[in-house]
């Protein structure tokens, strides 16, 4: 597999487009899942001062890598990442996969340094959060300081259910809740909760689920051979949801 580029975040390069300035958080269509809805006008105008810059990343460039210095969390503006954590010997884990109005980098709060790699999986943009400004503006934000807290819970839940899904389920249980998954975080972010599209491959899926490319291919024939799901390249229909969720 070729190693993806390196976008910088500190600093940038000349060779790198710098950041551009982002629009202002009170007038983003996905500010709904990004930021508490309690928030007044005024506090708004105060994250907007901090949340200054987006960046663009294209697809299968990083964000940023394992070891690279922690300074801000990122939320997805546009398109989708994957998270990787890469073995000794080479291969490849992926540990999660990030679309639009999740956030990126919390696993560097802990001890400054980013632990996985951030790709993306299609042409993306972040909106650059710089860490130690958005701790300024928490302590003085409750409703601000209370979503941080929820998204860093959101995490610990996350890889519980991984730990669960990896140990305990059979291969049909973890192609089946993965794709229960994605329609509920589309339908959350207004789109159609039985159509979407996979960004990720069937090897990065596998890579995700445990389980071996062969494996993935099998279960998605088996879903449409049992008329669950149908799927036209990386289209996936669901066709009957309460099934899937049986399964």
Known sequence: MRAARVVPIHP???AEPPARRA?????????????PAELSADELTRLDAIICATRSVKRGDALYRAGDAFHSIYAVRA?????????REGREHVTGF?????????DGVGTCQHNCDAIALEDSVVCIIPFAQLE???RELKP?????????SSEIVRESSQMMLLGTM????????????????????GFSAAEF??????????????MKLETVSRMFSKFQRERLVAANGKTIRILDHEGLARV
Do not use: D
């Not at 599209?197 to 890579?207: A, D, F, N, S, Y």
């Open 98 to 106: 990030q679309i639009a109005g999740e956030a990126l980098g919390l």
């Open 136 to 138: 300024a503006v928490c």
């Open 197 to 210: 599209h996979l960004r990720m491959t069937r090897e990065e899926i596998g890579c995700y689920l445990g």
């Open 170 to 189: 059979t291969a049909e249980q973890r192609v089946a809740t993965f794709l229960l998954n994605l329609s509920r975080r589309f339908k959350a972010r």
């Open 23 to 35: 629009p202002r958080c009170s007038a983003c269509a996905m500010r709904a899942l990004c930021m």
């Open 12 to 14: 940038v390069s000349r």
């Open 79 to 87: 398109g989708s990442f994957k998270t990787v954590v890469m073995h």
């Open 144 to 152: 601000m300081q209370h979503h941080i807290y929820q998204m860093m």
